[in-house]
């Protein structure tokens, strides 16, 4: 079955420390994969995605992810986190058949000042 | 560009009543539309996919006479929640997506609804 795993319910980093944000999917291909921010009573913004190519993927706010197929994950990955960057992040693997999202439940990322 | 908006960012209504929350693409022609719920603290459930002109489709579990989704035109489709109950109370998101640009969404800034 088709899923998405975001391990952690919440982190907490300090301002200026690295983060990374942990994502694994069950797919049976190669998926379209996204990462979204979603600040408290916003809508998502696309952070990054990975669709095929270079599985290095640049994204905004400074972010990154790294496509690893043999782990199955799609990681994020930030070096020095601001407080602006409290939010929570949605990790999704879009289905060639369909184009659907499949979502995960989402990490809460806290900034400790 | 990829913009969507959805009318009204919030609203409260009364038991029983009904709210039509709408969303438009504004700088692109959208063939397909989806709409998600979210929960408090919980990840995106997917209602349902409208595809222009032609009737939506529901996942498994949600009623469809309860919400009624119109998509009439490339820019615009409508959730109508009817006899709206506290428990339907939650923000509804949509989002868009276009036949060049098939494997990505758009996604519109939520409708927050409380039901009182």
């Known amino acids: 079955a088709q899923s998405v795993t975001q391990p952690d319910i919440h982190i907490t980093v300090s301002e200026g420390a690295s983060l990374e944000l942990r994502c694994n999917y069950s797919?049976?291909?190669?998926?379209?994969l996204f990462w979204y921010v979603q600040s408290p009573g916003q809508g998502l913004q696309l952070l990054l995605k990975?669709?095929?190519?270079d599985t290095l993927v640049q994204g905004i706010k400074g972010f990154e992810a790294e496509f690893k197929r043999s782990q199955s994950s799609f990681n994020l990955r930030k070096p020095s986190v601001h407080w602006s960057d409290a939010a929570e992040y949605f990790c999704?693997?879009?289905?060639?058949?369909?184009?659907?999202?499949?979502w995960g439940a989402g990490t809460k990322l806290i900034i400790k000042p | 560009g990829a913009v969507v908006s959805q009318h009204p960012s919030w609203v409260i209504c009364k038991s029983g009543t009904s709210v039509k929350i709408e969303c438009r693409s504004l700088?692109?022609?959208?063939?397909?539309m989806f709409w998600y719920r979210q929960f408090p603290k919980q990840s995106l459930m997917l209602m349902a996919t409208?595809?222009?002109?032609?009737?939506?489709?529901?996942e498994q579990g949600v009623e469809k006479d309860k919400f009624l989704i119109n998509h009439a035109s490339l820019t615009l489709s409508t959730l109508t929640v009817t006899s709206a109950h506290p428990e339907d109370s939650s923000f509804y998101i949509c989002?868009?997506?276009?036949?060049?640009?098939?494997?990505?969404?758009?996604f519109g800034p939520g409708t927050r609804l409380t039901v009182l």
């Open positions: 989002s868009a997506r276009t036949l060049e640009r098939y494997n990505e969404q758009f």
């Open positions: 700088d692109f022609q959208a063939t397909t």
């Open positions: 409208s595809n222009e002109g032609s009737k939506a489709t529901y």
């Open positions: 797919y049976g291909a190669t998926p379209y």
């Open positions: 990975y669709f095929s190519g």
């Open positions: 999704a693997v879009g289905a060639h058949s369909n184009y659907q999202l499949i």
